[in-house]
């Protein structure tokens, strides 16, 4: 694929991170970015603790949702959503960062070459 991070074409310049072991704290942040969906889960649960309040037939079709822990439940996993999402954003700027300087980089080569 041409436009994918593992094309190799002659002069494309891509931050390729390496395939050693990651350090144990770059571990966690991926894994926590990786949560960064579960805010969407925690919204659906809303909805259904919601329906689950204002419709009988939704209340006796889902009882596991009448325990107090569901709301604090949803409401962890929007917060947690809503961290991920914010490292993750993070993580991508920083690689976007990196590809740039390299872009300068490269740039600063190919214009001194012309100049000589």
Do not use: C
């Not at 569901?70 to 920083?94: C, D, K, R, S, W």
């Not at 960062?97 to 740039?107: G, K, S």
């Amino acid at each position: 694929m041409g436009g994918d991070h593992h094309s190799h074409k002659k002069g494309a310049v891509v931050a390729h991170q390496g395939h050693g072991k990651a350090p144990l704290a770059q571990q966690l942040l991926r894994l926590f970015a990786a949560l960064r969906h579960l805010g969407s889960l925690g919204y659906a649960l809303e909805v259904l603790l919601e329906l689950a309040h204002v419709s009988k037939r939704a209340h006796r079709a889902l009882p596991f949702l009448h325990k107090p822990w569901m709301h604090v439940l949803a409401i962890v996993m929007v917060l947690t959503g809503h961290l991920a999402e914010h490292v993750h954003q993070e993580e991508e700027n920083h690689h976007q960062e990196t590809r740039l300087v390299a872009l300068e980089r490269q740039l600063a080569q190919a214009q001194s070459k012309k100049a000589a």
